[in-house]
């Protein structure tokens, strides 16, 4: 299924007086949101191909009907995805869930839809059928050199599917870690990571980066070989200036300031990319947004004001990743709501009056600070969200549209109901 033109055209059409009205409204009150137009119009989220079937749990997973078997209806979807609001122009791919055996074709179907590849990732964290070596006790950190040059030539590999595709990045998120204590010499396992990426990384072509993603915990339960931003940043440093740091939102300990960590990543140069979700509990790849918005808010305001203290691009100098997959919703609305959220924390924090802020911190004025950061967090600026999207020939109410040209029913319709995504 494709959406077409006139599809939005009309939608836009019947919607318009109603968004304008509001649109107005907002830039009377906000005349300085204007200037975050332009920004947020070169803004692109990557869709993860690993996001567009129904994610599961262990204790069992709900088919959502219509759902991508194959790469080519994945980047359809993204597609669908990015027809309606033209800020999903990006897929971070999955090796091997998503190996592109026609690498011509894949890529003229994404050109064709507007789609570029962000980074490609490797998994190292399961079993494949057919494989020599069982990564059940680690990949890169393993006691057994073979199991580590296994995972190293995988990861080589991965670089090797992404050059064909156009990808500048390769993410590497190691479940490696132990469940009990004793199980595992930290310092060797340590140094094992530190070696086998070392490999990895000299396989890098010139112009790529390579982003190291840390998580807390799970499925390890007692250490994570890259448990935090520490270690992350430890081997980034370690590597060189192609190698930084990934920051997943859902793989931090329950409370950590993300915000802080961010804001000291772009100080050394070393933040690579981003993961969106949200979480109550962990990692619970909960909708973007969907829990902690001023949380998400604080981050974007890190990141905005540490960027532009590096000179940075905002849309392309990091790399933007949703990396969520819940098991109850259309996973196109969810996609659809996580970008929206982005965009409005991003948008937010566009809105800080920096100078001010700077001016209450060097008087220790408290108040003022928080006045300056929830005023920006409290202004709704949906309007202005849906003003980019229109601009770009996207939908004013991407959702509502999704809904009235009934996509997944079309897509039941295409593919059967009982079709099932790869991945998890
Ligand atoms: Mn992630």
Redo the contacts with the bound molecule.
Sequence with gaps: MRIEKRQIEQHNDGVYDEHALRLEQLLVQRPSARLAIPLLEAFQVAIPSWALGAGGTRFGRFSIGGEPGNLTQKLEDIGLLHALNRSSGAVSLHIPWDIPTDPEAIRALAQSLGIRFDAVNSNTFQDQPGQKHSYKFGSLQHVNKAIRQQAIAHNREVIEYGKVLGSTAL?V?LSDGSNFPGQLNFRKAFQHVHESLSEIYSALPESWRLLI?Y?AFEPNFYSMTVGDWGQSLLLANKLGNKAFT?V?L??HLPNANIEQIVSLLLMEKKLGGF?F?DSKYGDDDLTVGSIRPYQLFLIFQELVEGMNAQGMNHANDLAW?I?ASHNIKDPLEDLLQSVEAIQLAYAQALLVDTEALESARISNDTVLAQEILQDAFRSDLRPLIAEVRRKKGGALYPLQLYRNLNVRENLIKERGIISKATGL
């Design positions: 993410t998120w993603e998580k990934l997943d859902g793989h993961h979700n990743m990396d």
